[in-house]
């Protein structure tokens, strides 16, 4: 079997991207790679716990719920191996197996003919379909129970969900990031011993000398290196938190399948975009696109053939690595990238890492560390009232002051007429007592909590909110680009508005004139400035 055929088993496009059930005597050298590839993960441990539980004559169900392609197969049709004499078995209910029914039509059967019986039944389903169920099934129970499930995670004691969206692909931990799945695949896709796709990457590294083969060698060797799977595995996280991109086993599967079999080398591929999700988000990260005074001096000097002993060594080591020489410096910038951390041959590509620096990052990760692990130890709280006075509180005054940039530092516009400027002073602050009781769900996201005047508010803060707000302390202007983003500031805004429309106290100012109106009781106020 030559390699790309063994790889091909990660393509979405192959019959192997789903887990069907497969008589042993039909099995070939394929189904053994994908049963070597197959990655135990916490989800299916806890399926398997679950249905082990279930006694054989006791009717009840486990729906295993997530999106498309995220294993759900995988994990049932293993099971179904294990525990077909104690379950009955509907591994996709997005399909009805029958041209005369549609999907919802078989639950509506399959959920009758337990409900007759007394054997649990296992469902693997999106939560999509469940969504429809719960509009367009006829099994009353089901419904109620599906939609109180996908309302507000009820449960009842014989139907019990498990939910994808409940293991997160990424986690961040007290030292950063990590994604165990997608760690844990790569290194068993590039493991040195007891590996099959290893034994045939050797084999073919002897035989094989056409130029795809030698390209494709040279991405398994690639995507072998540590600090290239790191790599990887950021940019990943990145698309994950800016863009909004959920990892599924299937897209990730296929992406990785693009890297090594696409038509360049594995950094190339991997901001080539293409017909996959994961790609068409990360290829925005490209550091091609990066623009610094040393990048520049790179570009120009390969561009131009200058001389340069050093790069030439690298080249030398890189082309033993099977990577010949490259067309342009934007592939070179990208072989840089992925191998950023490393030492390789005489560092060369060293000297980029800093333009190359993801400060962002772990900037978003340090707060969000703040606020899921905030005890109230002093060191906490001096490092929390950092960021809510010097980031979030600056952009929240700067932003909603920006048409009045003379106001006060403690004082907010509410509202401009005819060349006056209404204006409330307000105190904001983080809400400690608020924070110390948080727990964030996921990691692409943290809850922000303030206090207006002692009104308890809250923001949801993501990456990208994080890096608008520090923008716009440094001075920037939102502008129509921003309108994914801005919009949660927008509303937060909106809010104080309503707390500082309640105030006592009330600034009118236009030019060098500053009046002061103070609401003293009901029908009396009290007027400065005059």
Not at 264 to 286: M, R
Not at 297 to 317: G, S
């Amino acid at each position: 079997m030559r390699l790309k055929e063994a790889l091909s088993v990660l393509s979405k496009s192959s019959p192997y991207a789903v887990s069907t059930e497969r008589e042993s005597k039909n099995k070939s050298q394929l189904d053994e790679v994908k049963e070597y590839l197959y990655i135990k993960m916490p989800i299916a441990i806890d399926v398997e716990k679950k249905i082990s539980s279930f006694s054989s004559n006791k009717p009840e169900v486990l729906f295993l719920c997530g999106s498309s392609g995220d294993g759900k197969s995988e994990i049932l049709t293993d099971c179904k191996k294990k525990f077909s004499t104690r379950a009955h078995f509907h591994l996709d209910a997005t399909h009805s197996f029958d041209p005369r029914e549609n999907a919802i039509q078989t639950l509506d059967k399959v959920f009758d003919q337990f409900e007759s019986g007394t054997t649990p039944l296992i469902v693997g389903i999106n939560t999509g379909m469940l969504g429809n169920y719960a509009e367009e099934g006829s099994n009353d129970k089901f419904k109620k129970v599906i939609k109180d499930y996908l309302s507000n995670k009820t449960v009842t004691e014989d139907i019990h969900f498990i939910n994808f969206e409940d293991y997160p692909k990424f986690f961040i931990n007290e030292i950063g990031y990590t994604s165990e799945f997608a760690q844990k695949l790569l290194q068993k896709l590039t493991a040195d011993d007891d590996n099959i796709i290893r034994q045939i990457f050797d084999k073919e590294k002897q035989q094989q000398t056409s130029q795809a083969s030698i390209k494709l060698q040279a991405n398994y060797e690639l995507l072998s290196i540590p600090e290239v799977q790191q790599t990887i595995i950021e940019l990943l996280f990145k698309a994950r938190l800016m863009r909004d991109q959920f990892l599924t086993a299937r897209a990730l599967l296929d992406f990785i399948f693009m890297l090594l079999a696409g038509p360049g080398y594995l950094f190339d591929n991997l901001f080539s975009g293409g017909d996959n999700e994961l790609a068409n988000k990360i290829i925005e990260f490209d550091p091609a696109h990066l623009r610094t005074k040393k990048i520049d001096r790179f570009i120009l000097a390969n561009d131009l053939n200058l001389p340069d002993q050093e790069f030439a060594e690298f080249k030398q080591f890189m082309n033993n690595l099977g990577v010949e020489a490259l067309e342009n410096s934007f592939s070179y910038l990208r072989l840089f990238y992925i191998l950023k951390g490393g030492h390789f041959s005489n560092d060369y590509h060293v000297k980029f890492e800093q333009d190359f620096n993801e400060s962002l990052i772990e900037q978003y990760i340090n707060v969000y560390q703040l606020h899921r692990d905030f005890n109230n130890s002093s060191e906490h709280k001096k490092q929390i009232k950092d960021f809510y006075n010097n980031t979030l509180r600056t952009a929240i005054r700067k932003y909603n002051n920006r048409n009045a940039p003379n106001l006060d530092k403690s004082h907010y516009l509410i509202s401009e007429l005819n060349g006056y400027q209404l204006a409330s002073e307000l105190e904001i602050k983080a809400d400690l007592k608020s924070i110390s009781s948080f727990s964030p769900k996921s990691s692409a996201s943290f809850i922000a909590f303030i206090k207006v005047q002692d009104h308890p508010l809250t923001i949801p803060v993501n990456i990208n909110l994080l890096r608008l707000m520090k923008r716009v302390v440094d001075g920037y202007r939102p502008n129509k680009h921003d309108k994914n983003t801005v919009v949660l500031l927008d509303e937060l805004i909106d809010e104080i508005t309503r707390v500082a429309n309640q105030v006592t106290t009330l600034h009118i100012i236009r030019d060098n004139k500053h009046f002061t109106i103070k609401n003293v009781d009901d029908e009396e106020f009290e007027v400065s400035g005059l």
